[in-house]
């Protein structure tokens, strides 16, 4: 059943009040897909934050104009699938390129990073970032290494020391 224009007026602004939060867009080509594909694409990605659309061409340029993802319009062409991030990049990223590496139907168009526009190669440049937890881990880990060292040396003294004794007491036998 075709919308009304009311109808169309508020799906542009539900898509508008997405996008004036959102951290990363992602526009994709997906004809082939199957509708359980789509079923799963949209179970894989909620998983990761992302929130997946299908919206018709003019009703998403409309929604893009007045956002930082503006820029995007130009490469909207064709049956549309939106994704859009609000937190993690890479987790986006990630969950996106898993399942265009599986299923070759769904063809990543434009993506945008904090308005700016990437090339759709970078998709794979932000999937290796790491998720916010394994940024964490490493920082962590790296802070974790001075402190050992400096245990390490302040341990080395007083074994040092007692070897030291020893090795006197052991000559004086």
């Known amino acids: 059943m ?15 009040a997405i996008l004036s939060d959102a951290e990363v867009v992602l526009t994709a080509d997906y004809s082939g897909l199957t509708s359980n594909e ?31 993802f503006s820029s995007m319009s130009e490469n909207i062409s064709g049956p549309q699938l939106v994704a859009v991030g609000k937190e993690d990049a890479g987790k986006f990223a ?5 399942f265009a590496d599986k299923h070759e139907n769904l063809k990543p168009k434009a993506i945008n990073y904090q308005g700016q526009d990437l090339d759709i190669s970078e998709l794979k440049k932000l999937a290796s970032l790491p998720t916010y937890e394994e940024a964490i881990s490493q920082l962590l880990s ?26 006197v007491k052991a000559s004086k036998n």
């Open 38 to 68: 789509l079923n799963e694409l949209r179970k894989t990605t909620r998983e990761a934050g992302v929130f997946l659309k299908l919206v018709k061409n003019n009703m998403l340029k409309m929604a893009l104009k007045d956002s930082q």
């Open 94 to 98: 990630k969950s996106i390129k898993e």
């Open 2 to 16: 075709p919308l009304n224009l009311t109808q169309k007026q508020d799906l542009v602004k539900e898509m508008a």
């Open 142 to 167: 790296v802070m974790q290494g001075p402190i050992q060292k400096l245990m390490a040396t302040m341990q080395a003294v007083p074994s040092k020391l007692v070897r030291t004794v020893d090795a």
